[in-house]
């Protein structure tokens, strides 16, 4: 049978799984993303014309069009299928205009999951192109366009060429700015604790100093811990009083976009873009054996934690078949919206079904393939199970005038917690504190009191992870926009990363200098959250889109001209270094790529030698005895160590040479990081030691 309908989504991948679940009567095909946008040699946005966009097709396009209109003659019905956001719904309606079909006829299919079940579903009740949503993505393009194509001539006049300025990722820039700025200016403050190792009937746990007289006290010097030590003398621990609580604690919502991200940077170390792009794989669908190529997971780019009541029964009826009834709560978790304008249309990304375990998938997956989607699975039915239960037990005791405090806790009833527990931005793990049964008037025996002293720390330097969760809290860019946000301001070189942190560049301080004086409004977290606002209210037929862009306008073209007059011209200087080009004599200088410094030569463009910074850790090669074990990074930033006698000597590792021999073996030890610490491990035996603490204790 010929077929009679044309079916168009974005992506090869996509067009071949719903192919298979189509059949004979459609043909299916691929847009590759967008086919117009605005031109990038001009403004392409008619400001006077109520800010008409001028669109073009987009460059090595024609061969795909050519292919979709001779598709087009040949059958009687067109369905868009593009992706179920602003996005997807400005790809159809370019779609529509290009094979001049009836935007106001139903073309257009939209389904939130690639299964059989919701494709053949979805092409049940086409509805016509929302020009609500259309409107939405034009405005926020044509928005980006005349902040990135107004200010970036300026920046290119005044400071460097190439330079840009964009809505979003200027306010991600400052935000990094502002937490650099708080670090730097961080004042450390001294405070102390004592701690005390307790034993009762033969069973040990710590207590820490509490306060005096069961009245909480700080430590804020030397002098005041000598004042307590004098207080406590001799005395023995005596129990005081002993609170015993029951707490539950509630599972995480599942997934939305900002919370991927965040839980698979912290868990599996993976960059916004990456997680983005495997989280496509899944969704768009995967060959997995008899049951043929299927999506995975449902739409990744959402901010809806809502959950399908069909899908709801099916997490209920796993959990309760798997571990029992007491797993399944007495009602289905309704998870609220962190995000007022959240976009309830989508559900949060799951699994398209709980029946496909990560383990059964896993022989048909990549390994970044598996890794993310069993941590989907896992973050899904843990928020579909049972609270756990934890025994909470606080003991306060006393020791002369001195009053210590211990907290222990174990799990009574694991509940979610027997699948999966979110993890955090410190990287530390939760454990389990088990005190002894312990009555008031008991006496403890006392084997150590150890006081430390340890000073405050300044707010940590802004991880990927971080940086989303803040965009997300404050309001500023959305589900689709915050990968590509991190990736624009490391390709300018507005930003470096320097051990998964993001560090400004003297150019990105320079140009967010520059915007704070002449358009403090694009840098104004609350104004861009509005704009975004507004822009939520246009998808949602509540404002109009050329209303918002005018009221934009006015003030921003007002700025303009006092830039254009006021900006005076910056010259950047570049840091001399004492490296002299191999290559033709001149002074190196030091320039800012995406992963932090490296050499260029001071002649540039005539002479274009470049090269790393090489650090000398201070560790003799282990190979050749000869060189000296060097930090290098590789051509995508992740930092290795190799001999500075490459290419004569070939040695190279991941982690860091210690210098020391295994003291079991005599190989080669290296530096082990993880998320509780650092350890020396050898590389041949499995002998491996802890780094001890290298805080002094006081002598008492």
């Known amino acids: 049978m010929a077929a009679d309908s044309l079916v168009i989504v974005e992506s090869p991948a996509k067009a071949k799984t719903i192919g298979k679940y189509l059949g004979s009567k459609y043909i299916v095909k691929a847009s590759m993303g967008h086919i117009r946008d605005l031109p990038k040699s001009q403004m392409g946005v008619e400001i006077e014309n109520d800010f008409q966009p001028k669109y073009i097709t987009i460059r090595g396009k024609g061969s795909v069009l050519k292919e979709l209109k001779d598709a087009r003659k040949k059958v009687k019905k067109v369905y868009l299928a593009a992706d179920p956001d602003r996005e997807g719904e400005a790809i159809a309606w370019h779609l529509a205009h290009y094979l001049e079909l009836d935007e106001s006829e139903p073309c257009r299919v939209v389904f939130n999951e690639i299964t059989k079940q919701a494709v053949k579903d979805a092409f049940k009740t086409p509805r016509p192109i929302n020009t609500d949503l259309v409107n939405a993505q034009q405005a926020r393009r044509i928005l980006d366009r005349l902040v990135g194509y107004k200010i970036s001539p300026l920046l290119w006049k005044k400071v460097k060429k190439g330079l840009s300025a964009g809505r979003v990722q200027s306010v991600a820039v400052k935000l990094i700015i502002d937490r650099e700025n708080e670090i730097d200016a961080f004042i450390p403050e001294e405070y102390w604790t004592i701690s005390a190792q307790l034993v009762h009937k033969g069973a040990a746990f710590e207590a820490k100093f509490y306060g005096m007289n069961g009245e909480k006290r700080e430590l804020g010097n030397e002098q005041e811990v000598k004042e307590v030590l004098a207080a406590m003398g001799d005395a023995p621990f005596t129990i005081s009083e002993v609170k015993e609580k029951e707490r539950l604690r509630n599972p995480a919502a599942p997934f939305i976009t900002s919370s991927l991200q965040q839980e698979a940077a912290r868990k599996l170390g993976y960059r916004a873009s990456k997680t983005m792009s495997v989280a496509q794989q899944l969704y768009e669908g995967v060959d997995i054996g008899k049951e043929g190529t299927v999506g995975l997971i449902t739409y990744m780019r959402t901010d809806s934690t809502r959950i399908s009541p069909v899908a709801q029964e099916e997490a209920k009826g796993y959990i309760e078949e798997k571990y029992g009834a007491a797993f399944v709560p007495e009602q289905p978790r309704v998870y609220t919206k962190k995000n007022s304008n959240a976009q309830d249309a989508h559900e949060a990304i799951r699994p398209t079904s709980v029946l496909r375990d990560p383990e059964s998938v896993k022989p048909f997956l990549s390994r970044d393939q598996f890794r993310l989607y069993k941590l989907v699975w896992e973050r899904f039915i843990a928020s579909q199970m049972s609270s756990a239960v934890l025994d909470t037990m606080t ?105 998964k942190k993001f560090v400004p560049t003297e150019l990105g301080e320079l140009v967010i200098q520059l915007m704070e004086e002449f358009f403090p409004e694009i840098l104004d977290a609350e104004f861009t959250a509005h704009m975004e606002d507004d822009l939520d209210h246009v998808e949602d037929g509540k404002e109009d889109w050329v209303r918002v862009l005018g009221m934009f306008y006015e003030s921003f073209e007002k700025r303009l001209e006092v830039a254009e007059d006021e900006m005076k011209e910056v010259e950047l200087q570049d840091e001399i270094s004492d490296e002299t080009c191999e290559k033709c004599g001149k002074h190196m200088v030091y320039k800012m790529g995406r992963f932090g410094k490296f050499l260029a030569c001071s002649g540039f463009p005539d002479c274009r030698n470049t090269k790393p910074i090489v650090k000398d850790i201070g560790v003799a090669c282990p190979k050749c005895g000869e060189g000296k074990i060097i930090e290098r990074r590789s051509k995508k930033g992740r930092v290795f160590y190799g001999c500075d006698q490459y290419p004569g000597c070939d040695f190279v590792s991941w982690d860091k040479p210690t210098g020391k021999p295994c003291p079991k073996c005599g190989s080669m030890m290296v530096e082990k990081r993880n998320r509780n610490g650092t350890r020396h491990q050898c590389t041949q035996c499995d002998f491996s030691e802890e780094l001890a603490d290298d805080q002094e204790p006081l002598e008492v």
């Open 395 to 499: 003991v306060d005791m006393n020791a002369g005038s001195a009053t210590f405090r211990a907290v222990g806790s174990k799990v009574k009833f694991h509940g979610f917690m027997k699948i999966y527990v979110e993890g955090n931005d410190d990287g530390a793990t939760e454990e389990e504190k088990f005190l002894p049964p312990l009555t008031v008037g008991d006496t403890l025996k006392s084997e150590t009191v150890e006081p430390k002293q340890h000073f405050t720390q300044p707010p940590p330097r802004y991880t990927e992870a971080r940086l989303v969760r803040t965009m997300e809290e404050i309001g500023i860019g959305r589900p689709s926009t915050y990968a590509p946000t991190l990736e624009t301001i490391q390709k300018r070189g507005y930003v470096a990363i320097e051990e």
